[in-house]
């Protein structure tokens, strides 16, 4: 069965530091995809990237970045510089099976950045 | 344009009533989505439609859970003789084929509080 795994429940950070939010993942696909989504205190989740098993690129966007290794199946997710606009909690996603697109979600990390 | 709806956005009923949520996906999109979010944690799989039929119905709970999609848009999640086990909120997505990996646009959610 797939599995996603955020160990860190919440993170406290003073504003202008880098955070990392981690993600272990479980499947026994082949192809799949991961996914972050940002959930605001608004409550709507807000899709942020998708990454498919057969690209390892790292990959950046302004100040986020993303980690995926498949050696330690994970895939991380870095904020540089944080914001207090970043509160929220941020959820990774698998899809579920390979003929099938419904996600597991881990539980999330809520982050708090502190002015 | 136009993001994914959801209405209400809040309903409060009683034990044992009968209530109807609905979601209006993005327009063109074919695969919809509802998911489950209890508080603290990430949101759970219910059903999900391509076009009019449920492609998968695996994440239902029980029985008193039923979905339609009549004409491949509009959905309404239908929860019969409500308990209290059953408040938390309720979202609902859709993206545009319904592929592994096509990505998943959620709506606000309907917050159902069973009393």
């Known amino acids: 069965a797939q599995k996603v795994t955020q160990a860190q429940t919440e993170i406290s950070v003073v504003e202008k530091e880098d955070v990392t939010l981690d993600c272990v993942y479980e499947t026994r696909d082949t192809t799949y995809y991961l996914f972050w989504y940002k959930q605001p205190p608004s409550g709507e989740l807000v899709f942020l990237i998708r990454?498919?098993?057969?690209?390892?690129q790292n990959e950046i966007s302004g100040r986020y970045s993303w980690n995926f290794q498949k050696s330690t199946s994970s895939f991380n997710f870095t904020i540089t510089a944080s914001q207090v606009v970043d509160s929220a909690v941020y959820f990774c996603?698998?899809?579920?099976?390979?003929?099938?697109?419904?996600?597991?979600f881990g539980k999330g990390t809520r982050l708090s950045v502190i002015a | 344009g136009a993001g994914v709806s959801q209405t209400p956005s809040n309903k409060v009923t009683e034990k044992g009533k009968y209530v109807e949520l609905r979601c209006d996906p993005i327009?063109?999109?074919?695969?919809l989505y509802w998911y489950r979010q209890s508080l603290g944690q990430g949101p759970e799989f219910l059903i999900y439609f391509q076009g009019t039929g449920a492609a998968d119905d695996s994440g239902l709970p029980n029985d008193r859970f039923f979905a339609v999609r009549p004409e491949g848009s509009v959905s309404t999640l239908k929860i019969q003789r409500t308990e209290r086990g059953d408040s938390a909120v309720y979202l609902c997505?859709?993206?545009?084929?319904?592929?592994?990996?096509?990505?998943?646009?959620f709506g606000p959610g309907t917050r159902l509080t069973v009393l």
């Open positions: 997505a859709s993206s545009l084929t319904g592929l592994v990996g096509d990505t998943q646009y």
């Open positions: 327009s063109g999109h074919t695969a």
């Open positions: 990454r498919n098993s057969f690209d390892e």
């Open positions: 996603a698998l899809s579920k099976d390979s003929g099938n697109t419904p996600l597991v």
